[in-house]
T-cell receptor, first 115, second 115 residues
Framework: AQSVTQLDSQVPVFEEAPVELRCNYS??????LFWYVQYPNQGLQLLLK??????LVKGINGFEAEFNKSQTSFHLRKPSVHISDTAEYFC?????????????FGKGTKLSVKP | DAGVIQSPRHEVTEMGQEVTLRCKPI?????LFWYRQTMMRGLELLIY????????DSGMPEDRFSAKMPNASFSTLKIQPSEPRDSAVYFC?????????????FGPGTRLTVL
């Protein structure tokens, strides 16, 4: 079965510093990969996705992620964070050959941006 | 588009009472998902429907939980009887599954507290 590991449950950073949120998945087959963001007291919204093609994916709010098949990773990065980026970030994977619509989520990483 | 609509946004009830959570998916979407989010277990998929038919309910924790989707625009998640350990945020999500691309759109969630 597919699984997603987010190694860091909490990441504190100072404003304008760079950040990387790590995500690894377990699969030997092609997958689609997603990052979702959850702001306080809200639902999840899509940040970016990797389906195919270029391994560097750009999303909203200046975030990007790089798909690394050999390392089965999909780490999320931002060169300079803002206070407003404080949220919880979830990595998710779907199996193109699997059940329709099903996503497997990691346990989330709470990003806390301090002034 | 109004997005995925969930009601109520907050529910406080006493142990043993029946609780019904409601979800209206995005018009035109054909898959609907119910998730539960807690601090301890993160985001868990409870059940999902495709074309109003339950596809996978293996995440439903106990027989006390049941979900229905009588038509394409409405779904309910019922807990009877409720217990304090059911306290969580319950999310509904929907998507248009036409192939392997499975982006899901989330509602704002229902925060359930069972006393």
């Amino acid at each position: 079965a597919q699984s997603v590991t987010q190694l860091d449950s909490q990441v504190p950073v100072f404003e304008e510093a760079p950040v990387e949120l790590r995500c690894n998945y377990s699969s030997s087959v092609s997958v689609y990969l997603f990052w979702y963001v959850q702001y306080p007291n809200q639902g999840l919204q899509l940040l970016l996705k990797y389906l195919s093609g270029s391994t560097l994916v750009k999303g909203i709010n200046g975030f990007e992620a790089e798909f690394n098949k050999s390392q089965t990773s999909f780490h999320l990065r931002k060169p300079s964070v803002h206070i407003s980026d404080t949220a919880e970030y979830f990595c998710a994977v779907s199996d193109p050959g699997g059940s329709q619509g099903n996503l497997i989520f990691g346990k989330g990483t709470k990003l806390s941006v301090k002034p | 588009d109004a997005g995925v609509i969930q009601s109520p946004r907050h529910e406080v009830t006493e142990m043993g009472q029946e609780v019904t959570l409601r979800c209206k998916p995005i018009s035109g979407h054909n898959s609907l998902f119910w998730y539960r989010q807690t601090m301890m277990r993160g985001l868990e998929l409870l059940i999902y429907f495709n074309n109003n038919v339950p596809i996978d309910d293996s995440g439903m924790p106990e027989d006390r939980f049941s979900a229905k989707m009588p038509n394409a625009s409405f779904s309910t998640l019922k807990i009877q009887p409720s217990e304090p350990r059911d306290s969580a945020v319950y999310f509904c999500a929907s998507n248009l599954w036409q192939g392997p691309y499975n982006e899901q759109f989330f509602g704002p969630g229902t925060r359930l507290t069972v006393l």
